[in-house]
Each structure stands twice: as C-alpha cells, then as structure tokens.
C-alpha cells in the first residue's frame, strides 16, 4: 500500500517567519511530487511541481525533495496571513497504477 | 481560459438514490481524474479517464463508476446511495495521464449530501 503521511498541525507561525511543511511517502517507486494548497471551502490548487534531488524555488515557497530518504517537503518565506490554509502533498507513483495519492494535508495557521 | 467546470455544485439526495455529476476539463486536456473528499479520510482517488479509457481504478465499490467522452468530458456515477457517499466530489484535468507527472488542475468540486 503506497501512502503518503503528513503531519496534520495545526502548524502556527507569525507572520514574516519561515513556514516547514513536511512529507513523507511509502515507497521508492516514485516519481512526481506536488504541492497543493487548499482555503477553506475550497478546491485545491497546485503550487509547486518537484521531480528530481534538490531544491526548488518559485517565489516565496521551496520545495525540496530527498528521494534516500522519502521525505518531500515545502518551505514558505516572509509568511503571510493570506498563506493560512491547508497544504497537501501528493505523489505519483512510478509503477503500478501511477496513480496521484494524496497526504491528509496540513493546517498552516500564520498569526498576524 | 476556463478551468475545470463540475455541475451541480450541490446535490441532496436520499439513501437507495443514484446520482451522476459531470466534469468539463480544461480545454485541450485529455486527462481527468476524480476524487472523494472527506474530513476523515482526505483526497481519495476513484478513477482517472484518458481517451475515453479507464486507466485506474481507486478502491471503492463498483456503485461508483465513471465514463468519458470523445469531447473528454467525463460524468461519474453513484448508485444506490448510502449515508457514508456524503462527501466532496472532486474532478481534476492535466494534460496527461498521471504516469507523465503533469500536476492537476481540480474543479470546486460538487457537494453531495445524502439523508
């Protein structure tokens, strides 16, 4: 069973700190990672793609992906109150069914 | 460029009824996905449809099925509707199926109660 564990928070940074969202899947056998984010009452949307070791930046917000150590995970700088939301992880799998699997998500509250 | 459009965005319904929900992708993309959303359980995959084929199948019985169209518009179906169907439905568009990593765009979802 391929699954994608995140922590659910909630998560409660001030305002202008650096928000750490972490994730962590199953099997090696992956192959795309995204970030989601979700507003209350919403449907999610896509922030961030990664695929390969490293980082990678887009604005205030750094993925990071470690594949030795399954672990995907999604930095927010100079937070904002506008960033509360919940995050989701997803991740495809590279055999199989290759389908999109989607952590429970985290809660990102930032305090003005 | 329009999004992902789902009707209706809200449906009540009553236990033994069935119900079909319909998911306009995104204009050139052949890919759509659908999801249940719930409190307990998060973002649960049903099905995904590319060229009118089912590629996959999440683990849910077989009250819930799907189709597409050559249009790749896509309608799911849930027959004989239990309490525990009440969730957000959610339909996603790419551009590829999943297996080539495009991300997904989602619609807002159709809300689906049952009583």
């Known amino acids: 069973q391929k699954e994608v564990e995140q922590n659910s928070g909630p998560l409660s940074v001030p305002e202008g700190a650096i928000a750490s969202l972490n994730c962590t899947y199953s099997?090696?056998?992956?192959?795309?990672f995204f970030w989601y984010r979700q507003y209350s009452g919403k449907s999610p949307e896509l922030i961030m793609s990664?695929?390969?070791?490293g980082d990678k930046e887009d604005g205030r917000f750094t993925a990071q992906l470690n594949k030795a150590s399954q672990y995907v995970s999604l930095l927010i700088r100079d937070s904002q109150p506008s960033d509360s939301a919940t995050y989701l992880c997803?991740?495809?799998?590279?055999?199989?069914?290759?389908?999109?699997?989607f952590g429970k998500g985290t809660k990102l509250s930032v305090i003005p | 460029k329009a999004g992902v459009t789902q009707t209706p965005r809200y449906l009540i319904k009553t236990r033994g009824q069935q119900v079909t929900l319909s998911c306009s992708p995104i204009?050139?993309?052949?890919?759509v996905s659908w999801y249940q959303q719930t409190p307990g359980q998060g973002l649960q995959f049903l099905f995904e449809?590319?060229?009118?084929?089912?590629?996959n199948k999440g683990n849910f019985p077989g009250r819930f099925s799907g189709r597409q169209f050559s249009n790749s518009r896509s309608e799911m179906n849930v027959s004989t509707l239990e309490l525990g169907d009440s969730a957000l439905y959610l339909c996603?568009?790419?551009?590829?199926?999943?297996?080539?990593?495009?991300?997904?765009?989602f619609g807002s979802g159709t809300r689906l109660t049952v009583v």
């Open positions: 204009s050139g993309h052949r890919s």
């Open positions: 996603a568009s790419s551009p590829a199926p999943s297996k080539e990593g495009y991300g997904y765009t």
């Open positions: 997803a991740v495809t799998w590279r055999a199989g069914s290759y389908q999109l699997t």
């Open positions: 449809y590319f060229s009118e084929t089912q590629r």
């Open positions: 099997d090696r056998v992956s192959q795309s």
């Open positions: 990664i695929y390969s070791n």
